[in-house]
């Protein structure tokens, strides 16, 4: 592969294998010999079950044409008669077809590639079964040469998904194939799928060791003699490190699977990954059969080190630092399950910018996307595989911890599937820097939901089933997970850590997180002086993070959650949890304001008011300076800078210092009137940043407010646009809640649009939506082709806004 083909190509993506040419529609492979090809245009899908939709003979003229990701359960529509936990949206069975070419290809190894389809999904090529997937977070490929037509022939692919188990899980999951899905076509002789293993045993300041192991598959029935190939290319695009040649002679099909090719390299002064630089090397490994190139494939990886200690914390490359997480859930609200990678982008750069460093897959393997941007900005993560083991957990249907429960999920297929998905897991992210944590849970040991032991006391259920049984279904996934990967603990978050004791559970991780436990933190140390200690989930309160900060021997904490999150609702028409820093929409609540004060390193201020005045606790207020006439108003400062003025109308009220903050928030009580109200940080007598609220008046007009309007026609690429209710100067109004409606022109269509209502029913796929607290959402994706992208928003008695986007 040419070194600015492959510059090119990683500029843009970090998949876990890259393709190494540039991807037409039915292309001849490149001089490489592999091809991979974007497979989420062109198809059909239709709601239902039909007996004869996987034959190619199938009439599906009349069927809804998608383009994948495609989530059939954000489309609703929402109902009290769906459960609870996934949103009240409804489930059911589909059918996806698609027809596509082979030209030029016999010969070689066709295989699709699932990132995730929700869920127990059966694939057919050409009306034969090819393989099956229960579990909907998981990825898979399938094998679809035996029955593929090659020289320009039709064939057809069909996938039937079935969900109609809709309250199987405690959170939403959507339906369908709401994952990226691409075509692979290779010679016989080729790198296995997740086939190259990389890791960084040693990394010192001069020199880092770089240990590449490769497996190779040979589908041609006869014994192939081959070369392997090793190249790897630094963070600036210039070869770092080259393998030595390595010759191999490869028995037929199957006779050397799980016999990786194991070689070392050496980089000299190598450019560490970190949070703050995170620097990725690509290594591309050739397979070279008879004088040619048959195979290449690219992987990223990440020099660095990391390791936990049971007294200090965490370290990474040498240095010391608390773990500030979140715990995210997959959904992007408004869209449901079926996300494009800028959504997700967006979300990070906010957490980002609040001072969050890590990011907890809850409670399940996350799309590939979201690990290949979290290598690219510099977050850790704990990827995490189940929710429960079995028997099950609750899946509550008429609202959270209400009426009876479902019991639906994944135990019904974990005997079966959860060794296999938690090494696939582990095969697909293993070469991700950014992970330091392989997750088997996620409180698996929650008390009498199902699990009960003893030690629980007066809330022991004899009739429920022994929390023994939980150590008989971790060991094996503990050994799956290190028979792949020893270079990164084992984990599991822990909701009852006294019975996971009682049975030995903890004492088979590597490291063991707790759930809301802080009070166990102090004691379990000096208990267990080995033990690895971190909150894996956690509240938002300041006691909270006090309880990290103050101890060195706790490695950090993942807050719950990072953003609002559809299902785990309550009583209908509560649709999401209210937990995230973020709202539904992405903006940040006063929630995050205030984490930003605690973990951000930039100067920051924020100010949240509440009417009435007097003790008020939490963080009850808003970001409004609209009060009734003649009231007092409870103002909560938070910020990270040593000093604060605040000043109304021009006017100082006062200044704090932030060493006395009351559990880390200034605070005044200001007798309201209307004008401006200002919050100013100051260091060593400076001002450095400020914070203003306006009283807003009459709503006059909506407003468009794009997060960009640059665009790439690659029908891929999204833009967020906010729209907000506003007076005659533009300020928001905090409670307006006008319909707007939108009209797009060009190469674009509105994906969905939100407000971050919880508590909203509303259709998020047409083409208007009421505002909440004066805002909402559009969010707007391009099409495959160029032009300019016009965006009208109106609503009745308000003053139109519009904005013109370029696609190219």
């Known amino acids: 592969m040419l070194r600015g083909e492959f510059l090119m190509k990683t500029a843009r993506y970090f998949f876990r294998t890259i393709l190494v040419f540039l991807l037409l529609p039915c292309p001849a492979p490149g001089a490489d010999g592999r091809l991979v090809e974007d497979f989420d245009g062109g198809w059909q899908f239709n709601k239902g079950d039909f007996a004869t939709a996987m034959m190619p003979a199938f009439d599906d003229g009349g069927w809804q044409a998608v383009t994948l990701p495609h989530d059939w359960s954000s489309d609703g529509p929402f109902s009290a008669d769906y459960g609870s936990g996934n949103g009240y949206a409804p489930g059911g069975m589909g059918w996806y077809r698609k027809h596509f070419q082979l030209d030029a290809l016999a010969g070689r190894t066709v295989t699709l590639e699932f990132d995730g389809v929700y869920d127990h999904s059966e694939v057919w090529v050409n009306g034969q079964f090819v393989g099956r997937r229960p579990y909907g977070f998981s990825s898979f490929q399938c094998d679809v040469t035996r029955y593929a037509k090659f020289g320009g022939g039709d064939n057809v692919v069909a996938v039937r998904v079935d969900h109609s188990r809709f309250a199987d899980s405690r959170f939403y999951t959507g339906s369908g194939i709401y994952r990226n899905v691409r075509l692979v076509v290779a010679d016989k002789l080729h790198a296995a799928h997740w086939g190259v293993a990389i890791t960084t045993p040693q990394v010192a300041a001069d020199s880092a060791t770089v240990r590449i192991e490769t497996t190779v598959d040979n589908d041609a029935g006869t014994n192939k003699a081959f070369l392997l190939e090793t190249e790897v290319f630094g963070p600036d695009g210039k070869l770092a490190a080259t393998g030595n040649t390595l010759k191999r002679e490869l028995q037929r099909a199957g006779s050397e699977t799980g016999a990786p090719i194991t070689e070392e390299l050496i980089v000299r002064n190598p450019m560490l990954w970190n949070l703050d630089e995170p620097k990725l090397y690509h290594a591309v490994s050739k397979i070279v059969c008879e004088g040619a190139t048959v195979d290449a494939v690219t992987n990223a990886f990440g020099i660095r080190e990391f390791h936990f200690d049971a007294d200090k914390g965490f370290f990474l490359n040498g240095k010391n630092f608390k773990i500030k997480g979140v715990c995210l859930h997959h ?318 109308n021009g006017k100082v009220v006062g200044t704090q210092k932030l060493s006395d903050a009351t559990r880390g ?44 309007t640059q665009l790439h026609a690659d029908g891929k690429d999204v833009c967020h646009v906010e729209f907000q209710i506003v007076d005659a100067h533009g300020v928001r109004i905090p409670d307006a809640a006008q319909e707007v409606t939108f009209q797009v022109t060009g190469p674009g269509r509105i994906l969905g649009i939100g407000n971050g209502d919880v508590n909203s029913v509303e259709d998020c796929k047409t083409n208007r939506h009421h505002a909440f607290q004066g805002r909402g959402l559009a969010i707007l994706q391009t099409a495959a082709g160029p032009g300019d992208i016009t965006v009208n928003a109106s609503a009745p008695g308000l003053e139109p806004a519009a904005v013109t986007l370029q696609s190219r």
């Open 665 to 708: 928030m200034l605070r005044w009580e200001v007798p309201y009137e209307p004008g401006t109200l200002q919050a100013v940080g100051r260091v060593e007598g400076k001002d450095v940043c400020h914070f203003t609220l306006r009283t807003a008046g009459a709503p006059t007009a909506v407003k468009l407010l794009p997060d960009s």
């Open 331 to 648: 959904d992007g609200g408004p869209i449901g399950a079926a996300v494009p990678d800028k959504v997700v982008e967006r979300r990070l750069r906010t957490l980002k910018e609040i001072g969050v460093n890590a990011i907890r897959t809850s409670h399940n393997p996350p799309d590939p996307a979201l690990l290949d941007l979290c290598d690219r900005m510099g977050f850790l993560v704990m990827d995490e595989a189940f929710d429960e083991f079995t028997p099950g957990k609750n899946k509550w249907v008429t609202g959270r911890n209400n009426g009876v429960a479902s019991h639906f999920g994944y135990n019904e297929i974990f005997a079966q599937w959860s060794v296999p998905d938690m090494q696939d897991l582990v095969r697909r992210d293993r070469n991700h820097p950014s992970i330091i944590l392989w997750s088997i849970g996620n409180e698996i040991d929650y008390a009498n939901d199902p699990f009960s032991h003893p030690v629980l006391g007066g809330n022991y259920r004899p009739e429920n089933p022994r929390a023994e049984e939980l150590v008989a279904c971790a060991k094996p996934l503990v050994a799956a997970v290190k028979a792949l990967d020893t270079t990164r603990p084992v984990t599991a978050a822990l909701a009852t850590v006294a019975m996971s004791d009682a049975v030995g559970l903890a004492q088979l991780l590597d490291a063991d997180g707790y759930n809301y436990q802080e009070m166990r933190y102090t004691e379990d140390h000096k208990k267990y002086p080995q033990r690895i200690i971190y909150g894996s989930e956690n509240s938002h309160q300041y006691s909270a993070w006090q309880a990290v900060a103050t101890n060195d021997f706790i490695s950090g904490q993942f807050l719950w959650t990072g953003a609002d999150y559809l299902g785990e609702a309550n009583a209908w028409p509560n649709r999401a949890s209210g937990a995230g820093l973020l709202d539904l929409c992405g903006f940040k609540k006063p929630l995050a304001w205030f984490r930003q004060s605690l973990w951000s390193d930039q100067p920051m201020v924020y100010l949240s008011v509440s009417a009435g005045g007097g003790g008020r606790r939490g963080f009850a207020g808003t970001e409004s300076w609209n009060l009734p006439t003649n009231s007092t108003a409870t103002v909560l400062c938070f910020a990270n800078c040593p000093d604060v003025a605040l000043t109304l």
